[in-house]
Each structure stands twice: as structure tokens, then as C-alpha cells.
């Protein structure tokens, strides 16, 4: 952990697991309660001198982070493998991405403007930070989804302490080591330990602002704690992301994207695509194509060198996942394994594609957040519209097909992001954020950066 700019091991150890191994082989401080005191103390103690600094200077040491990050991608790219089981080159990829977001931040502005200026008075606003930020970032994602928080945070003058998962959180522990050789001390502290530690943290009363990334449940229960003092929450939380293919489009040429869409990163992103409704007519034509497909995936380890796909983050996900599908099953719904799991104890399933299901299902209703695919056969597209919308998910949603239709049908779809002819693509100028309870509020871009400043109005009188 990183506390007020010293590396410190913690009294405790938890566990840190290779899922491609089903073993430990690292283990990770535990934070104690008095160690997300001291963290929250140091950031608290090094936000005045942060953000006394221009916003330009602030700028300039997240350019020195992303050259820093960018000398480091295969040491964290691989911490990354070991401890979130993706793929070697998705790692780095990830790295190299988390880099890169300090230096997209770097180039924003947040400017203040003169609302008044007349006469008898001159009314300006300006952005201003809240203090000690609290950032708490999911399994899934690791790296990228904690620099989509710090970023912004730092640069809007807050400080920061950040908090990972406790199945994956040795990239970013030193991650936040190495953020150590640019920042001031305090400014970005890290603590590590599951969600009790989050629960500290986040209910902490000198915590500003809380920015997180995760379930469902886990958003709500930080909403809860933070209404007793209004304490400003950011809330990035599941996604159940329908697929919705007009009646009419080619849907062998589409299978692939659809089909990689849904599988990035082994299911376990957030926009992934998590159920496709297509026109019953072209229903068993997309079925076989996906199918195709998923008998085709090379599972393994991370590491090595040809693996498409790595295991579940966790045997805990890997049994929910073995429960949807199983249940779908038992409702009379056909399943459809993928290519043969790897000899090796980790926590793998084969993309599994799954028709015929009955409505009211699990795997329609929540987030699968697995390489298990459910396919919807409907027969008009407003009853489709209405299945997409039918969850209490809304995070993003796409229309394939006819370009002016899909636009049309896109427009009924409930949820922050509505990608035609594709899904889940992400852009650092686009603003990103669920509806419903997919969460509350925005990251990336200049709207996400607003998340982190309050609004200072500033009235002067000239009689
Ligand atoms: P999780 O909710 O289990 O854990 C996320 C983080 O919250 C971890 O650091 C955990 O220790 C902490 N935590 C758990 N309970 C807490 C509490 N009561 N108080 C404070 N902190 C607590 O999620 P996960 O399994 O790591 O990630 C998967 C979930 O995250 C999925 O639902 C996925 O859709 C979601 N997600 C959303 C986005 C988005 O941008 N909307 C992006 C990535 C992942």
C-alpha cells in the first residue's frame, strides 16, 4: 500500500490468487482500519498543497505519470495476468490504456466563466475539488477502471485514495508505487482489503466524494452510507447490455463481431454484450454461426503465448455462472458448449451459447458476467425493445443492421449508451454512465471530469 508517499506492507496479508491455477501466489497487504485512517489522513493533508497548484501544473504531472506508466506496461501487464487470468496481450493492453488515460485527462479543461458582467455586478463560477477523494475499482479491469478514476480526480485538484478489489490488487498497489516517484506524497495513497476496507474508506467523513466501479448490491450500499452526510457518490455498476438484430440483416456476417462483443474479456466487462434478441427467422441461422464460433476459442493460461480466453476472476463468479447456465437448462433451454477447458484446475468455462429460453430467467434478467450467451428469438422488433429495456439494467444497448432503422430503433432503447452496428466500443471523449441501476453519474471526458469539482459561485456587488 501507498501511504502519504511511503511503500508500507501492513500489519496483515490476504491471499492473492492465479485463477488459471486455482492457487495462491502472492499475497497482498490487508489494510486495517487504522491504515485507511492514516491513508485517508495523508490525502486530507496533501490536498491543500495539490490543489494550490495551477490546473496547467497539475496537468503536466499526469503527463509525467502516463511517461512513467508507459516505462512499466509489462510489469504491470503481467501482475495483471497472474492475478486477473486475462490474456498476456490484453494486459498489456489494459497497461499501456491506463498510461495513456493519465495523459487524455491531461488535455481537459475545466474552465470557470463570467455569468454576469454588468454594471452593478460581476457573477463568475469556478470549479473546485471536494478534498479527499475515495476510489473503489472492480476485478474485472483492474488497472484501466482506477486510472479512469485517479486521473480526473487529481486533475480537478482532489486528492486520492484508492482502493482495489481484493482478488486483483497487486497491479495497482504498484501502480500507485510508481505514481509515488512523480506525485507529491499523500496525493495518491492506496490501501488494499475487500469490502469491508471499502466500507471504511467510503464512510470515512473526511472522504469528499466516493467514485466507484462494481455491482449492483455493493453501489447500493455505499449509496446508503453516503446519504447519511450527502456525501457526493459516483456509481459505475452492472450492465445486462442487450443486442438487438433487425429483421433482415446478415447475421453470419455479423456473428463475429457480435460474438467477440460479448466475449471481451471473458464476459467480464461491464458493456459487454450480454443477450442478443434477433428475429425468429434468422434465430437459428445466428445460433449455429455463434456456436461455430465458440467451438473454435482457445482457452488457457494467460500467459501463454496463443490463448484467446483465460479463466473466471474467481471460482465465486465461475459458480454463479455454472448456476445461470444450469438453470437455463432445468427451464428446458438448449445449451451449447464452446470449445474444451484447458487441463488445468483455474477457473474456466467455454463460451456457451444458449437458446430457447423461457421468459423470466435469470440469465435474461441479470448480469451473467461470464462467456455465456443467451439468444431471444422475437417476432416484432417493439417486442424487443421492450425485452432490452425489461431489466433493471441500463447501461448501454446496440441495434445492428439498415444504419437510418437501427438509429430509429435506437432511440427506445433506456440506457446511457446506444451503439449502432456495434457494442462496448469506449472512447476517453465520450461521456459513459448507466441509467437505472446501472448507476449514477458519468465518467471520461469532460462531463466525467465534472463529476469531480463542485460548482463556486463567486457575486460581487460594484455599487
Ligand atoms: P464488486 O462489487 O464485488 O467489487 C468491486 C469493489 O467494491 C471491490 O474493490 C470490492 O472490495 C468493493 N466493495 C464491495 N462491497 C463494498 C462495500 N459495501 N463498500 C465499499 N466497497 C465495497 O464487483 P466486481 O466483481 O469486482 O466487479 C464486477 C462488477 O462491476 C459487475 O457488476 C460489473 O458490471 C461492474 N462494472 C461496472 C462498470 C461500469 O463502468 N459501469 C465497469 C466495470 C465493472
Redesign the pocket.
Known sequence: MTIGGRVTRGAATLPVENPAWAKEFARAPAASTQDVDRAVDAAVAAFPGWSALSFAERARLLRDCRTLLHRHVDELARLLTLEQGKPLADARGEAALAADWFGHTAALALPGEDLVNEPGALISMEHVPYGAVAA??????PLI?AVTKVAPALLAGNTVVL?????TPLASLRMTELLGEVLPAGVCNSVCG??AT??AL?EHPQIGLVS?????P?GR??ARSAADNFKRVVL????NDACLILPGADVTALAPRIFAAAMVNNGQF?AAIKRIYVHASDADQLTSALADLAATARLGDGLLTGTEYGPLVSRAQLDRATALVAEARAAGARVIPGSRTPDLPGHFLTPTVVTGLPRGTRLEAE?Q?APVLPVFAYDTVEEAVGRANGTEFG?GGSVWGDEEHAVSVATGLDCGTVWINTHGVLRAEAP?G?YRS??MGT?YGYWGLLEYARIKVRNIARP
Request: glycine share 18%; charged share 15%.
Open positions: 473503489v475499482a472492480p476485478s474485472n479491469f477502471l482502493k482495489s478489489s481484493e482478488v475487500g469490502p471499502g466500507a467510503t466507484f466501479t462494481g455491482s449492483v455493493a450500499a455505499i459505475e455498476l452492472g450492465g461491464c448480469e458476467f447501461l459513459f448507466g446501472s448507476g465518467e
